[in-house]
Every structure is written in structure tokens, then in C-alpha cells.
């Protein structure tokens, strides 16, 4: 029996689900040269579901017996689903026209996916986060291959397909042994089974750990990043974009509530884990892009190292004096993140003349001097990404390493602030192209595309000055999680 | 308090209104965007004078602002800022040479002046709020933001090499801060607060890891100073960086390092402090014979004098690390005097590299003859570089030896004795370079033409020559600025020693 509240409850993604259907069909009496209408009217479905989002913050409701949740943490991440769901549409919309990729069902595949991901951060049974993963990645599958038959695209797609659906396979197979060692399904049931000690504690840890490797493939963690550069730059680079900022969020979103929720008991074996894991990613991911000369790939293994960065954070995920500035430091880096991401990669689609041409660093030579403020924008987006003081990042990666330091992981946090030394370097190499290096560069400048930059820029600038603004709502989403 | 605006915040952030005002100038103004920055930073050294003025040595927390910004995860975080004896003369410096190396950049940067200029406030705002916060976080904040500009001005303005210079200068800067940075966060975590006066009252709460934790401190202000074997980013950064870039380098961004040392090593970490002080001094004995020998086979001029700054910071470091008040005080004054004399010859070697576009010796020889006013200038700055009595140079160093002799934490007079050598080296290095280029007759046709200083280039020098005899003949003033905020930190340091032993 369906009750108004476990409407209330799912209601945003009701919402974006639902809209996405009507435009699929809306979209078929939307002349082809008329697409803009199609992405004006997905980004107002975003927007209303925004809107239902902030009015339901606050509360914490179990819907559908137990089967999601809304709480703080939900509508935290749901809103930066739902603005990076909008970011994405406003460096879409230039960008597949140039592109000559210019279908309305674009921004509805859009829509799909970021129902998954909001589904993903109510989940509160393993079968709902299984349903969640796989609406938020198929569609995503279909997007990276939306410049289909450029060769690169279609490449991008089918490897992300393949892995992304083995990676499905982890999580199924881990729901299913978590499932025969508690015999439930459903977070509060597995919860009570393993307080009352009834679990089969082997099958239960080999559950565990078949979905780390799974969310470890969506957050794109070493060992589990192998696709990230070549997707990452197969796809079409608004895609990228939303991949880097809202899947990332998302698989964050899915570890922790999993993690934090079912697995405490098991941190003694999983810590040495996700210690090894953090320390690789962040190395692999700094390291790596050292060498990079495209940008997309640098940006790519740049994601990679910053999910490293949260890892860090999130290895005392068993520790119950340090969870609460686990969460609220993730919450706040994915935001500071987010920013710089979407900031950066729109400036890839401003320099992008072709699909997958003119994005070495050799073409951003001279932007400093003939597009001074879109130089000082990437300044920004580089700086924040390296972590230098009066950015969000800087913020962002202080709280994460305190967090590290509080939980004692020091020798965690000296290789994380080592490799981010070691990232300056490449940041700061985009830098010397841009301000340092002569050259004509030629720019695709699009009125909603420098908008993204702009106000990318100023919000990585001004919030830095006034952080607690985004701190009081991230320790805010906290204390309503488990 | 007079405006209802504390002055030290105006003075910090006053560079800011030029900033404002150069944004927007259109390009072709250079004119109006030189007069403005120099005009801002003249405002900003008058505020700095009133702040002297307003300033009482014996109180340890002058015109302080303490303002709360927010919370993380419960640690508040201040901007809290205050100047007393430590800081004041390092404010004062900043504040006077910034206008000079304004001043000397009228003719030398003509290309993207706007950048420049901006720059360059955005740096001198860094560096008064490097030495006037006394909270952590906000120090480290200002500590790196004076990257970012200083990375600009040798990355665009530079010489030839100047993208490897620049990058190598932030690569290094940030390597050593990343440890730092570590460090505050424990530090935090430990006292729960990131204050510096509130972290050395509870000192006893980290006394445990102090070690380590000056030994965090210490990596990222050893490499800023620099302190052999941390110091190769210097010369590339010196030679390749632009002069009025060499001037505040040498001058203010080097004097950062030293400074930290004195401002948070020692009062944080007292027993630390004084296990660390004979390994310290020994660095920096190492560095004054080792800079001095290195600048002595260069054949480089701007090489020399900037290996010449190794050499001299060993000096501030063997003062600072006797701990006793003759080497502190000593230490400080040397930090001055190194800023107004390396300064000054960053400036000299300049103004003839802008008239032959050459730095080599070889290039050059009986000067004196061509350029007078230029020979007599460059012959009182090299003499107070080495040291000379009655000029700047000798006080400081005369003062650092005494206490270096008479450290008890160091133990051994041997260290001065040494160090004086590192005097002899200078006098050596210095007197070649001054011979090879100024003396003997012409023998290069092309300096048979060349122009004397003319006002511009006049007047920018003569503050500096007027602090390096003032400093040199009378530095009683000097040193009572000084003095009680040195005795303080001793007492400290030495009774921390006391339960050492």
C-alpha cells in the first residue's frame, strides 16, 4: 500500500524521471534547428525538481518500507546533481551544434542519469542502489557514444560499456553473498542481523568487498580506473564534464551510505584496503598525468587523483569520532570540486574546434594575453585544483587532510600532500602555456558556456572567502545519514 | 584606531585599491598604471609609518585585529594580526622597497604593464600578511598566495630561462610549505586552536612531537631562506626573475623564511629548538663559506649577488640560532640590512643591464670613468655588503658573531670563528667583482658611451643609501625596536632549555 509520504519522498526523482519520459516525446514535434527549445525545457525540469528538492530538505523519511530514504545527505547530493545536471545542459547546448551532433534525446539520456544518481543517494536497500547504478550508467553509456561514427567516441563507449557492465557484475554478485550472509536486503535488516551477530561474517566481508570494487570502478579508484582517460576523452566533452563532476558524486554518494550504513563492523579488514587504495589512486592519478599532453587525458587522471584525495578522507570511514568531518569534508571537496571541474572542462569546450582536436596543451598558448579574464578563470580552476590557498580547493583538500590527520593516517596525508605537490607541476604547466608562451588561439565563445566560466570562477573565488556557507550545509547533512 | 579601521588591515590590503584602479586602465595607459602602483605602495608606506608611529615596542600584541572568520569542525580559524618587535622592521622593509622596485621598473618593463603592476601590489599585500598574522591558517594562506605573483613576475617578466626559474621557485616553495601545511593540522587538532599566542601558551599539549613538528616548520622556512643544501631555486629564480623581482625576492620574500623561524619554531617548539640549534648552525656556517665560494667563481654579476645572499642569510640563520639577544637582535638587523644592500645591488646590476643587456664581467671594465655618479653609488653598496664599519652591513654582522662567541646553546666559539671567514670571502668576492667592472681603464668601445644615472634612477637609490649610513652609524633606534620582543623570545627559549638540561 503506496502512502502519500513515500511519494513525498521520491518525489524529485519522480519528477525528473517522469519529465525526461514527456520529453522523449515532446522532442519528436521539435524541428531539428529548434533543439535549443528541447535543453531549455530539461533545464526547467531540473530546476523544478531543484525546487522540490530544497523544500524537502530537512526532513528524513524512510519510503516504500525502508526501501529509500530521504535525509540531509540525499538532498545535499541531489541538489549538486540536479545544478551540475544544469551546468551540463548549458555546455551542451553550443557544443553538440558545433559538433553536429544535435539530438534533443541528448539532454533527456541526461535527465535519466541524473534520476539514477539522485536514486542512488536515497537508496536504502541493495537491490534499490543495483536499480540506481544501472539507471545512471546506461544512459551514460549511450552518451559517451553520442558522436557516433567518430571512431574515438564509439571506442569510448563500448570500453566504458563493457567494464561499467562488469563492474555492475561486482555489485550483483556482492548484493547477492551480502544477501546469503544476513538474509536481507534492505539496509535496516542487514544493519539488525549484524548487531545481533547472525551474519556469516566471511560471505558478509567478500560482499563487502565485491561492492567497493564496483563503486570503486564508478568513482574511478586505482586498480579500477583503466577506462577514465580513454572514456573521459572518447566522449563528448560536455559528457565528460557531467561524468567527472555528477559520477563521481554519485559512486561517492553510494560508497559512503553503503559503507557508513552496513560496514562499520567491518573496518579492521576493509581500512588496510581503502588505505592502499587511497595512497595508489592519488599517486597513479598524479603521477600519470604528469606526462599527459592532451588535456582532456590530463583532466582525466586529474579526476582520478582527486577522487584519491576523498579516499584518503573516507578510510576511517569505521571510526566514529572522525565519520561526521569524513562526510561533511567529502560533501564540501565535491562541491569544491564540482566547481573547478565544470569550470575547467568548459574552457576544453570553448579551445575544442573539432571533436577531439585542438586540446593539447600547445593550444592554449597565448589565451593569457588575448583573453586575459579566461585566463585568469583557468588560473583559478588550476589553482584550486592544486590546492593553493584563497580557492574552494584549497578548503576542500584542508578539511580532507585534517580528517586524515584526526584519524591518525599521517602517512597517508604526507603522500597525499606529496602528490599534490607533484600536481601543482602539471596544473601550473597549463599555466605556463596559457600566460607564458606566444601564440593565436582561436575560441569558440559561447554566451552560456563563459557563463559557467565566469561564475565557476567568481563562486571557487568568493565561497573561498566565506567556506562556512557551504560547511554549515555539508556537517548540516551529516547528523541525519544512518 | 582613529577611522574606526584598524590600521594594520588597512595597510595589508590598502595595495588593493590600486589593484582595483589598475584593473581598469586600458592598455595603452602605462603611464597612468605605473604612477598609480607607485602611488598606492607610497600610501601604503605612509600607513606603514603611521603604524610605527602608533607602535610600542614593549607590548607583544600592537594594534591587534582579531576578527572570527568560521569554524572547521569546531577549530576556529581568526584572522588575527598584530605587529610587535619581530615583525615591525620586516613590515617596514616591505613597505619601503616595494615603491623602489616600482620606481626602477619605469623604463625596464614595457610589455604588459598592467600585469605587472598588478602583480605586484597582489604580492606586497601577501607579504605584509605573511608577517603580520599570527594565526596559522592564515599565515600559511598569505605564505602561498605570495607564490602566485612572485611565479607571474619571473614567469612572464623574466630572462630567458624564466619558465624553468619559475616553476622550479614554486615547485620547491610548495614542497616545503605541503609539510608545514601537515604540521598546522596537527597542531590544530592537538590545541584546538590555530592561534599562535594561544599555541604557544599550551605548548606543553605537542611538547611530545615537537621535534618533528619543527622539523615540519623548519623544511618549508629553510627553503624560503635558504638554507644550504635547500638553496638551488635561488639563483635560477634570481637571475632569470626581473630586477624589481630580484630586489623584492632578495629583499622581503627571503626574510619570510627567517622570520618563520623566529615567529614560530622557536617560541612553539623552545627544546626543539635548541637540540636543533647546532645542526642549524652548521648549515648555516656551511652556507656563508659555501655561497661566498660559489659567488667568488662566477663570472655572472647577478649570479654573484644572488649566491652573495646564500651567504648572507648563513649569517641571519648563525644569529638566530645562537638564541641568545645578540644574535636574535643581530639576526633581525641583518635581515634589514641584507634587504637594503642585496636590494640595492639587484638594482645596480639592473640599471646596467638595461643600458648593455649584458650581466658578464668580461663585458665590462673601468665603468667608473663612463659612469661616476654609478661607480660611486655601486662602491658605498658593495662596501656595505661586505661589512665595512660605519656602513649597515658591519653592525649586523658584528652582532651576529658577538653572539654566535658567546652562545651558550651553541657551545663553542669555534662557529663564529669560522663564520668570520665567510666575512674575508665576502670582502673578496665582492672587491673582484667591483675591480673587474669599475676600475682600470675602458677597454670594451660600446662603455665608452654610456649614460650616467640620470634622476629617476638617482632618486630611487638615495633611500637606500641613506638607510645603509643611518643604519650603519646609528642603529640605536634600530635595535629599540627590536630589543624587547628579542629579550621575550630568549627568555622563553632559555628557560625551555633549562628543563632541557
Given amino acids: 500500500m503506496t502512502r502519500m509520504i513515500d511519494i513525498y519522498s521520491i518525489l524529485p526523482v519522480m519528477i525528473v524521471a517522469g519529465w525526461a519520459l514527456l520529453l522523449l516525446v515532446v522532442d519528436l514535434w521539435i524541428p531539428r534547428h529548434r533543439k535549443g527549445i528541447t535543453a531549455l525545457l530539461a533545464a526547467i525540469g531540473l530546476a523544478i525538481a531543484l525546487g522540490f528538492v530544497l523544500a524537502s530538505s530537512g526532513n528524513t523519511i524512510l519510503g516504500f518500507n525502508q526501501m529509500v530514504v530521504l535525509d540531509g545527505f540525499s538532498s545535499f547530493m541531489q541538489v549538486l546533481f540536479l545544478v551540475s545536471g544544469m551546468v551540463a545542459v548549458a555546455l551542451a547546448y553550443d557544443y553538440i551544434q558545433r559538433m553536429n551532433i544535435n539530438h534533443g534525446e541528448f539532454y533527456v539520456l541526461m535527465m535519466f542519469s541524473i534520476a539514477g544518481m539522485m536514486l542512488m543517494s536515497q537508496a536504502y536497500n541493495l537491490l534499490m542502489v543495483f536499480l540506481a547504478l544501472e539507471l545512471l550508467s546506461i544512459p551514460l553509456y549511450v552518451l559517451t557514444g553520442f558522436a557516433r561514427t567518430r571512431l574515438e567516441s564509439e571506442e569510448a563507449s563500448l570500453k566504458y560499456f563493457l567494464l561499467g557492465a562488469f563492474a555492475s557484475g561486482f555489485v550483483l554478485y556482492g548484493t547477492a553473498l551480502i544477501f546469503s550472509a544476513t538474509g536481507q536486503l534492505d539496509f535496516v535488516g542487514i544493519a539488525a542481523v549484524v548487531t545481533a551477530g547472525s551474519a556469516n561474517s566471511v560471505l558478509f566481508l567478500i560482499g563487502a568487498a565485491l561492492l567497493l570494487v564496483g563503486f570503486g570502478f564508478k568513482i574511478a579508484a586505482v586498480p579500477f580506473q583503466m577506462w577514465t582517460p580513454d572514456v573521459y576523452q572518447g566522449a563528448p566533452t560536455p559528457v565528460t564534464a557531467f561524468m567527472s563532476v555528477a559520477v563521481k558524486a554519485a559512486g561517492f554518494a553510494a560508497l559512503m551510505r553503503v559503507f557508513l550504513v552496513l560496514f562499520p563492523s567491518l573496518s579492521e579488514h576493509l581500512t588496510p584496503i581503502l588505505w592502499v587504495m587511497a595512497a595508489l589512486t592519488m599517486i597513479v592519478g598524479n603521477i600519470v598525468a604528469l606526462a599527459q599532453n592532451n588535456i582532456k587525458r590530463m583532466l582525466a587522471y586529474s579526476a582520478i587523483a582527486h577522487a584519491g584525495y576523498i579516499l584518503m578522507a573516507f578510510v576511517a570511514f569505521g571510526n566514529g569520532e572522525v565519520v561526521g568531518n569524513t562526510v561533511a569534508a567529502t560533501l564540501f571537496y565535491l562541491v569544491a570540486y564540482g566547481l573547478t571541474s565544470f569550470g575547467a572542462w568548459a574552457l576544453v569546450i570553448v579551445i575544442e574546434r573539432e571533436y577531439g582536436k585542438g586540446i593539447l596543451l600547445d593550444d592554449l598558448a597565448g589565451i593569457g594575453k588575448h583573453y586575459p579574464w579566461l585566463g585568469v578563470a583557468m588560473l583559478v580552476f588550476m589553482l584550486s585544483f592544486a590546492g593553493v590557498p584563497l580557492t574552494m580547493g584549497f578548503w576542500g583538500k584542508f578539511y580532507l587532510f585534517r580528517t586524515a590527520v584526526q584519524a591518525g593516517y599521517i602517512g597517508l596525508a604526507i603522500i597525499g600532500l606529496l602528490t599534490s605537490v607533484a600536481s601543482a607541476y602539471y596544473y601550473l604547466r597549463v599555466v605556463v602555456y596559457m600566460f607564458m608562451k606566444p601564440g593565436e588561439p582561436k575560441l569558440q565563445i559561447n554566451p552560456w558556456v563563459s557563463l559557467v566560466i565566469g561564475v565557476a570562477a567568481l563562486a571557487v573565488l568568493l565561497l573561498s572567502l566565506i567556506p562556512w556557507t557551504i560547511l554549515e550545509l555539508a556537517s548540516r547533512a551529516v547528523l541525519l545519514l544512518q | ?501
Fill in chain 2, 1 to 501: 584606531m582613529e577611522f574606526g579601521i584598524n590600521p594594520l588591515v588597512l595597510m595589508t590590503f590598502f595595495p588593493l585599491v590600486g589593484v582595483l584602479v589598475l584593473v581598469f586602465l586600458a592598455p595603452q595607459q602605462k603611464n597612468a598604471m605605473r604612477w598609480t602602483a607607485l602611488g598606492t605602495s607610497l600610501v601604503t608606506f605612509a600607513i606603514s609609518l603611521w603604524v610605527l608611529f602608533l607602535f610600542d615596542p614593549n607590548k607583544a600584541d600592537n594594534l591587534l585585529v582579531q576578527i572570527p572568520w568560521f569554524r572547521l569542525a569546531g577549530v576556529p580559524i581568526q584572522i588575527l594580526m598584530g605587529v610587535d618587535g619581530l615583525s615591525i622592521l620586516m613590515v617596514l622593509l616591505t613597505t619601503f622597497l616595494t615603491p623602489i622596485a616600482i620606481l626602477s621598473t619605469w623604463k625596464a618593463v614595457e610589455e604588459q604593464v598592467k600585469g605587472f603592476m598588478i602583480f605586484f601590489l597582489l604580492l606586497e599585500v601577501g607579504m605584509l600578511g605573511v608577517f603580520l598574522a599570527l594565526d596559522l591558517v592564515l599565515f600559511y594562506i598569505f605564505w602561498e598566495f605570495t607564490l602566485i605573483p612572485m611565479y607571474f613576475l619571473i614567469g612572464v617578466w623574466g630572462g630567458k630561462n624564466r619558465i624553468y626559474a619559475a616553476v622550479k621557485f614554486f615547485l620547491f616553495t610548495m614542497a616545503g610549505s605541503v609539510l608545514m601545511l601537515l604540521a598546522i593540522l596537527y597542531l590544530g587538532l592537538q590545541a584546538g586552536s590555530f592561534s599562535q599566542p594561544e599555541l604557544v601558551a599550551n605548548r606543553s599539549l605537542f611538547a611530545g612531537s615537537q621535534l618533528l613538528l619543527f622539523l615540519a616548520f623548519a623544511i618549508a622556512f629553510a627553503i624560503k631562506v635558504p638554507v644550504f643544501p635547500l638553496h638551488t631555486w635561488l639563483p635560477d629564480a634570481h637571475v632569470e626573475a626581473p630586477t624589481a623581482g630580484s630586489v623584492i625576492l632578495a629583499g622581503v620574500l627571503l626574510k619570510m623564511g627567517a622570520y618563520g623561524f623566529l615567529r614560530f619554531n622557536l617560541p612553539l617548539f623552545p627544546q626543539a629548538s635548541v637540540q636543533a640549534a647546532p645542526v642549524m648552525a652548521v648549515l648555516a656556517i656551511i652556507g656563508i663559506l659555501y655561497g661566498g665560494a660559489v659567488a667568488f667563481a662566477q663570472k655572472d654579476i647577478k649570479k654573484l649577488v644572488a649566491y652573495s645572499s646564500v651567504a648572507h642569510l648563513g649569517f641571519v640563520m648563525l644569529g638566530i640560532f645562537a638564541l641568545n639577544p645578540e644574535g636574535l637582535s643581530g639576526g633581525i638587523l641583518q635581515m634589514v640590512n641584507h634587504g637594503i644592500s642585496t636590494g640595492a645591488l639587484f638594482l645596480l646590476v639592473g640599471m646596467i643591464y638595461e643600458r648593455r643587456h649584458t650581466r658578464e664581467m668580461s663585458e665590462y671594465g673601468g665603468l667608473w670613468k663612463a659612469m661616476p655618479i654609478f661607480g660611486g653609488i655601486s662602491l658605498v653598496v658593495v662596501l656595505s655588503s661586505m661589512g665595512l664599519p660605519g656602513l649597515n652591513g658591519f653592525v649586523g654582522e658584528f652582532t651576529i658573531l658577538l653572539g654566535a662567541f658567546g652562545s651558550k646553546v651553541l657551545g663553542s666559539p669555534w662557529f663564529a670563528g669560522i663564520a668570520t671567514l665567510g666575512v674575508i670571502l665576502a670582502a673578496a668576492y665582492l672587491l673582484k667583482m667591483f675591480e673587474k667592472t669599475f676600475l682600470g681603464p675602458i677597454t670594451k668601445e660600446e662603455n665608452k658611451s654610456l649614460k650616467d644615472l640620470n634622476l629617476r634612477e638617482i632618486i630611487t637609490m638615495v633611500p637606500l643609501l641613506v638607510l645603509i649610513f643611518w643604519l650603519g652609524i646609528y642603529p640605536q633606534p634600530f635595535f629599540n625596536l627590536i630589543n624587547p620582543a628579542v629579550e621575550q623570545l630568549v627568555q622563553l627559549v632559555q628557560s625551555a632549555a633549562l628543563v632541557l638540561h
